[in-house]
T-cell receptor
Framework: GENVEQHPSTLSVQEGDSAVIKCTYSDSASNYFPWYKQELGKRPQLIIDIRSNVGEKKDQRIAVTLNKTAKHFSLHITETQPEDSAVYFCAASLISGGYNKLIFGAGTRLAVHP | GAVVSQHPSRVICKSGTSVKIECRSL??????MFWYRQFPKKSLMLMATSNEGSKATYEQGVEKDKFLINHASLTLSTLTVTSAHPEDSSFYIC????????????FGPGTRLTVT
């Protein structure tokens, strides 16, 4: 089955710096890779996603890159702000039992210091 | 769009009782709904997946007789934790796929269950 590894587990940056979170996956059949932001006690919110037919996608200060050959994808946040502080989860799709499931990484706790 | 609600947001129950959690898609029809469990400072662990009108598919290690899932309609799924014990205390979150969108999952706000 699919296994998703996420690094680092914690990340501390100064406001205005960039933050990069990396994930690897094991199932070459995975073709959808979302990133979720979760604030304490709140629901995970989809912030950006990428499908396997593209290598990069950008939305304002957030970008995601995908390397299918290496089974590796990354989240890039530029010009970080204190409100970016949260836990970020990557995920990879897995078709199992006729369903499109998501397998999540362990999460990265991002702290942006003013 | 793509709003998912969950009720209740918090529940405290006594050991041995059962608790029902509802998950609703408010502005879309959900082809598939998913139930996750999340321990403090941990990732989302998929418990089960269900389509409307069919039996849920449970992940390995999840007791189907303990965590009963009913997917009554295209907008409602319920999770019942039967004979709850303190170790069932956790944050339970549902998510839903919108019809016609195969991959994106939209999450409910979660339910914090405490079993005393």
């Amino acid at each position: 089955g699919e296994n998703v590894e996420q690094h680092p587990s914690t990340l501390s940056v100064q406001e205005g710096d960039s933050a990069v979170i990396k994930c690897t996956y094991s199932d070459s059949a995975s073709n959808y890779f979302p990133w979720y932001k979760q604030e304490l006690g709140k629901r995970p919110q989809l912030i950006i996603d990428i499908r396997s037919n593209v290598g990069e996608k950008k939305d304002q200060r957030i970008a995601v890159t995908l390397n299918k050959t290496a089974k590796h994808f990354s989240l890039h946040i530029t010009e970080t702000q204190p409100e970016d502080s949260a836990v970020y989860f990557c995920a990879a799709s897995l078709i199992s039992g006729g369903y499109n499931k998501l397998i999540f990484g362990a999460g990265t706790r991002l702290a942006v210091h003013p | 769009g793509a709003v998912v609600s969950q009720h209740p947001s918090r529940v405290i129950c006594k050991s041995g009782t059962s608790v029902k959690i509802e998950c609703r898609s408010l502005d879309f029809q959900a082809t598939t709904m998913f139930w996750y469990r999340q321990f403090p400072k941990k990732s989302l662990m998929l418990m089960a997946t269900s389509n409307e009108g069919s039996k849920a598919t449970y992940e390995q290690g999840v007791e189907k007789d303990k965590f009963l899932i009913n997917h009554a309609s295209l907008t409602l799924s319920t999770l019942t934790v039967t004979s709850a014990h303190p170790e069932d205390s956790s944050f339970y979150i549902c998510s839903a796929n919108e019809r016609g969108r195969a991959y994106e999952q939209y999450f409910g706000p979660g339910t914090r269950l405490t079993v005393t």
